[in-house]
């Protein structure tokens, strides 16, 4: 019986893949605002209800709502196919990039390097993925990138924090334009008997980091008691982390046929996934923490900023790009 | 008909850039968005202070909204003039002192229309965060219109999108923030008028 599904599933094409992940992820979703509605009619009903937990529930139905926006243009851009993935991955970069620079305190000196990080060196390095250059693809920024932008920065002479400026905007540019890259980059990878599905590949890394998220805050907001890591980042505690984590893992485990994966093998890629994202919220909070801010931007309604909802993203891409590359690809 | 589409197109295309390049993202400060004639007054250091105040701006306010521009900058050339006269609605101004005609004129002109303006009372643009001191003009309409409301705006960033010397921006998000209304009062003078307006927008910094 479990073979029969497990063979049929994995033997569907990838467009039908695809559908049934779409609207495994919109049923998802018709759920969780049909639990938003009845929560908000429930308050208002209510007259006592306190407003922490108006707020809480406030905040869900805006998340939920940004989900649905969030999948759209992610469905919208898959069906575009490689240039629409590319293309959707660049904006990301572009508007990471602006929040990271906004909260850093660059100087006039700065100004070229910036201007060329930004309109040349994303479209650039996005270039690179869409025409499969794959060796100047790893070294463009953490080579030619990392010792340009400070020659350029030089020019004008301003001292000034010098080092400091040089690393904020080198560690910007890795974050935002590089780490975020790896994702659509699965695209390249010539995987044996997976030709043409990489897409779904994306698909189930994405999938897998913002599941993680949303169920470590789910299992947070339920059991959490023992905090990770309070001055850091006060909304991640032990019990979030172990049940949203184990059930991503076991989700992750059942999303076997769309990738290259056991359903072992997709478990402990799962775990990997899930680990590298959990230490990028906690690294990324600590960097926004240090540049004095709490929220990376407020472009997605109950989100925050766009780092804010990719800082898992940009720490368990390279990683999951590279283990999938090294054990996977011939 | 062809004229307005081509202006209401130009309208969309330029808040549409503004939002992809700087933002503009709205923050009342113990304020709420007032559809009453208002004159908004702002730290002026970019060329894109006006875009960034003009974007963030609530659609019934900004159309009601005139920046006040330089005559010798935005009067010049078919697309400045476009964009400054049709697109934004300007009220261009004389920079050069002149013997025989009141430079404020045209703001009279306006604000007895009813019109509301958004005006930069330090005069010139420097690419810093706080602003230099103000001019005198900001006095002079406040003692002739009363009953317009002052806003106090501080536009944070532009000053590092586009530092002195540079033709390109770099994106930040910039936040427009105002303040609440400040008024005239009874007996001050315009030394005291001009530093406690330009306190306030100092205080939303």
Redesign the interface.
Same mark, same amino acid.
């Given at each position: 019986m479990f073979n029969q599904i497990a063979t049929t599933l994995q033997n569907l094409d990838a467009s039908h893949k695809f559908y049934w992940l779409i609207g495994g992820v919109a049923a998802l979703l018709l759920f969780a605002s049909s639990i938003g509605w009845v929560l908000q009619r429930r308050i208002t009903a209510n007259p006592n209800a306190c407003e922490k937990t108006q707020k809480v529930v406030n905040n869900l139905v805006a998340r939920v709502n940004a989900w649905w926006v969030m999948i759209a243009v992610f469905a919208v851009a898959f069906l575009a196919g490689k240039l629409g993935t590319i293309l959707l991955f660049s904006s990301i970069s572009?508007f990471a990039l602006?929040?990271f620079?906004?909260l850093t305190p660059?100087r006039?000196g700065d100004?070229r390097p910036? +201007?060329l990080a +930004? +309109?040349f060196l994303i479209p650039l390095h996005y270039y690179l993925i869409y025409t499969e250059w794959y060796a100047l693809f790893t070294i463009l920024i953490p080579i030619y990138a990392f010792l340009l932008m400070p020659s350029i920065a030089v020019l004008s002479q301003d001292t000034e924090h010098f080092l400091e400026r040089t690393a904020k905007i080198q560690w910007g540019v890795m974050i935002s334009i590089y780490c975020i890259s790896h994702a659509p980059a699965l695209i390249l990878l010539e995987i044996p008997n997976f030709e043409g599905q990489n897409a779904l590949l994306l698909f189930y890394f994405m999938l897998i980091v913002q599941l993680s998220d949303v169920l470590q805050y789910v299992f947070g907001n339920l059991f959490g008691k023992t905090k990770v890591a309070p001055i850091v980042s006060p909304n991640k505690t032990l019990e979030g982390l172990i049940g949203g984590g184990l059930s991503t893992i076991l989700i992750g485990a059942m999303m076997w046929w769309i990738t290259p994966f056991t359903p072992l093998q997709s478990a402990g890629m799962t775990a990997i996934i899930v680990v590298m994202g959990f230490l990028g919220g906690l690294v990324m909070s600590a960097i926004k923490r240090s540049l004095g801010a709490k929220d990376w931007?407020?472009m997605i309604e109950g989100h925050g900023g766009m780092l804010d909802r990719m800082d898992s993203v940009s720490f368990a891409a390279p990683i999951f790009f590279h283990l999938t590359r090294y054990l996977f690809t011939p | 008909m062809l004229n307005k589409l081509t202006v209401k197109f130009a309208q969309l295309s330029i808040l549409g850039l503004v939002k992809l390049l700087v933002g503009a993202t709205p923050r009342w400060v113990n304020a709420a968005p007032n559809n009453a004639q208002c004159i908004y007054f702002t730290n002026h250091s970019s060329h894109l202070d006006t875009l960034a105040l003009w974007t963030a701006l609530p659609k019934e306010i900004r159309a009601k909204a005139r920046p006040v521009a330089a005559k010798d900058y935005w009067g010049k050339g078919l697309v400045k003039q476009f964009i400054a006269l049709k697109v934004l609605n300007c009220v261009l101004i004389d920079r050069e002192f002149s013997r025989h005609e009141n430079p404020l004129q045209p703001l009279f002109v306006a604000l007895q229309n009813g019109d509301s303006l958004i005006i930069f009372p330090e005069g010139t643009r420097r690419a810093q965060a706080e602003p230099s001191e103000f001019k005198g003009g900001l006095f002079h309409l406040a003692e002739a219109f009363p009953e317009v409301k002052l806003i106090p705006v501080y536009l944070d960033t532009l000053h590092r999108s586009m530092p002195k010397g540079a033709i390109l921006p770099v994106p930040l998000i910039c936040t427009v923030r105002f303040g609440g209304a400040i008024g005239l009062q009874v007996n001050e003078h315009k030394k005291d008028f001009l530093a406690r307006a330009r306190e306030a927008v100092l205080a939303l910094m």
């Open positions: 572009y602006r929040e620079i906004t660059t006039s100004h910036l +201007f +930004f +309109f931007g407020n | -």
